[in-house]
């Protein structure tokens, strides 16, 4: 059963300290997204990527958020500065092709003091 | 811009009784409709979906309907049982847009035994 793999599953870290967290899409997936949880609150979408072009990170605070994806195996979420106001589930889906079911990884929980 | 509302936020049902959980969206060009599943602690999982060339899918317990003209879709759960208690989100697709997923801002469902 193929599953999208997220490391770290936890981190935990000082304010101001560099976060990167990681994602490995299913194998012939071409998009992937990244999407940000609080207290099992709504998922609010931060980055998708199609064929590894960056098509919408509108959700997300440019100042301290990056995402990337070097390869087709392997995308990545930095925040620099961190703040405690990061301190969420950041989850990462990704899909066969676009509006096909997007597929979750069981996400970073990550908790900036 | 494009929206989904979800309703209600909670929902109580005793053991056996049914469940109904509704979702309206914005965007008219929306084709495709996907239910998660979100366990407390554990990433949202696929339970059906539905698009919008079909008005109903039923899958042993678990239904969506989908009504076009009115912009809404329901999920409807039968013979509930405790381990259906979770939250459940409903999305929107559009594929003209980005594919991105439009998510609503789920339903906490309790099955009381």
């Known amino acids: 059963d193929a599953r999208v793999t997220q490391t770290p599953r936890h981190k935990v870290t000082e304010m101001g300290q560099e976060v990167t967290m990681r994602c490995q899409p299913i194998?012939?997936?071409?998009?992937v997204f990244w999407y940000r949880q609080t207290m099992m609150q709504g998922l609010e979408l931060l980055a998708y990527?199609?064929?590894?072009?960056?098509?919408?990170d509108s959700g997300m605070p440019k100042d301290r958020f990056s995402a990337e994806m070097p390869d087709a195996t392997l995308a990545t979420l930095k925040i620099q500065p961190s703040e405690p106001r990061d301190s969420a589930v950041y989850f990462c889906?990704?899909?066969?092709?676009?509006?096909?079911?997007?597929?979750f990884g069981d996400g970073t929980r990550l908790s900036i003091l | 811009g494009e929206n989904v509302e979800q309703h209600p936020s909670t929902l109580s049902v005793q053991e056996g009784d049914s469940a109904v959980i509704k979702c309206t969206y914005s965007?008219?060009?929306?084709?495709?409709f996907p239910w998660y599943k979100q366990e407390l602690g554990k990433r949202p999982q696929l339970i059906i979906d539905?698009?919008?060339?079909?008005g109903e899918k039923k899958d042993q317990r678990i239904a969506v309907t989908l009504n076009k003209t009115a912009k809404h879709f329901s999920l409807h759960i039968t013979e509930t049982q405790p381990e259906d208690s979770a939250v459940y989100f409903c999305?929107?697709?559009?594929?003209?847009?980005?594919?991105?997923?439009?998510f609503g801002t789920g339903t906490r469902l309790k099955v009381l035994a």
């Open positions: 889906a990704s899909g066969r092709e676009p509006g096909q079911p997007q597929h």
């Open positions: 194998l012939g997936h071409n998009t």
């Open positions: 990527f199609r064929n590894r072009a960056p098509l919408d």
């Open positions: 999305a929107a697709s559009n594929p003209s847009g980005t594919y991105k997923y439009i």
């Open positions: 965007d008219s060009a929306s084709n495709y």
């Open positions: 539905i698009r919008s060339n079909v």
